[in-house]
C-alpha cells in the first residue's frame, strides 16, 4: 500500500496541512494556557505550555492520526481551576479561548486571502506561488474554522464539554465527572466508526462548511470586492 493510500489527504498538500495543523494547535491550546496562568494558575506555565513554540503543543501521535483518519489532537493543557478567584466562570473562559483562538486565525487567513486579491498580489506572482499561498490558506481556513466548530461539541475531552460542566450546578456537574469516561468512548466511536461518524461528525464538518462560506461572503461585504468561493475551491483542488 503507497503512502498516498494511507493519507487522508493528498500527498502533495502535506507540507501546507502540516503547516496548518501546527499553527491550529498551537494557537489553541496557547490560548488555553496563557489564559490559565493569567487567571492565577500556573500550572501550564510551570510546564512551559505559554509558548507559541509548537513543540510544546503539538502530539506527535495526534497528528499522524489527523492525517491519515482526518482526527487528530494536540497535547492537552492542564488547568487548576482551584487557583482561579472565580473557578466556574475562569474555567469557562479558559475552556471557550481555545476555540476562539482557531475561530480568529481562520478568519485571518480568509481576511489574507481578500486583501492579496484586493491589492492584485494573489494573482500577480507566477503560478507556483499563487497555487501555494491558494493551499496554504486554505488549510489554515478550513483546518482552524472546523476545530472551532467540533471544540464545541458538549462531549468530553472536548472544550465544550468543559464549558458545559462549568454552567452546570455542583451536584449535576459531580454526576457528569463520575461517567465522564464514558463520553469519551463515545467519542471515540462517533471518530472512528464510519456508521456513527456519518450521522455525527460529517454534520458538524458541513456546518463547519456552511460556516467557511457565511465568513468568505461576509469578507466580500467588507472588501466591497466580490471573489468566487466556487473558484477559490477549485484552484485549491487544481
Known amino acids: 500500500m503507497s503512502l498516498e493510500n494511507l493519507l487522508w489527504y493528498p500527498l502533495e498538500d502535506l507540507p501546507f496541512l502540516v503547516i496548518a495543523i501546527a499553527i491550529a494547535f498551537t494557537v489553541h491550546e496557547f490560548a488555553h494556557a496563557y489564559s490559565a496562568y493569567k487567571f492565577g494558575d500556573r500550572t501550564a506555565y510551570d510546564l512551559g505550555r505559554v509558548t507559541l513554540n509548537p513543540r510544546s503543543h503539538v502530539d506527535v501521535l495526534g497528528t499522524i492520526l489527523i492525517l491519515i483518519a482526518g482526527f487528530g489532537w ?21 475552556s471557550a479561548v481555545g476555540p476562539l483562538a482557531n475561530l480568529v486565525v481562520g478568519v485571518f ?16 506572482g507566477s503560478e507556483g506561488v499563487y497555487k501555494a499561498l491558494i493551499h496554504l490558506c486554505y488549510y489554515l481556513f478550513s483546518i482552524n474554522l472546523m476545530l472551532f466548530v467540533f471544540n464545541l461539541i458538549p462531549i468530553p475531552p472536548l472544550d465544550g464539554y468543559r464549558i458545559v460542566a ?21 467519542f471515540l466511536l462517533m471518530v472512528f466508526i464510519p456508521q456513527l461518524r456519518a450521522v455525527t461528525i460529517e454534520p458538524i464538518l458541513s456546518l463547519s462548511v456552511d460556516i467557511m462560506s457565511g465568513v468568505w461572503t461576509l469578507c466580500e461585504a467588507v472588501f466591497s470586492k466580490p471573489m468566487d468561493w466556487d473558484r477559490f475551491v477549485i484552484d485549491f483542488l487544481a
Open 109 to 124: 487567513a480568509i481576511v489574507l486571502i481578500h486583501l492579496l486579491s484586493q491589492t492584485g498580489l494573489l494573482y500577480a
Open 166 to 186: 462549568d454552567l452546570l450546578p455542583l451536584k449535576w456537574r459531580y454526576k457528569l465527572e463520575q461517567n465522564i469516561q464514558w463520553g469519551i468512548i463515545l
Open 74 to 94: 494536540a497535547k492537552p493543557v492542564p488547568v487548576n481551576i482551584g487557583r482561579f478567584k472565580r473557578p466556574r466562570l475562569m474555567g469557562i473562559i479558559v
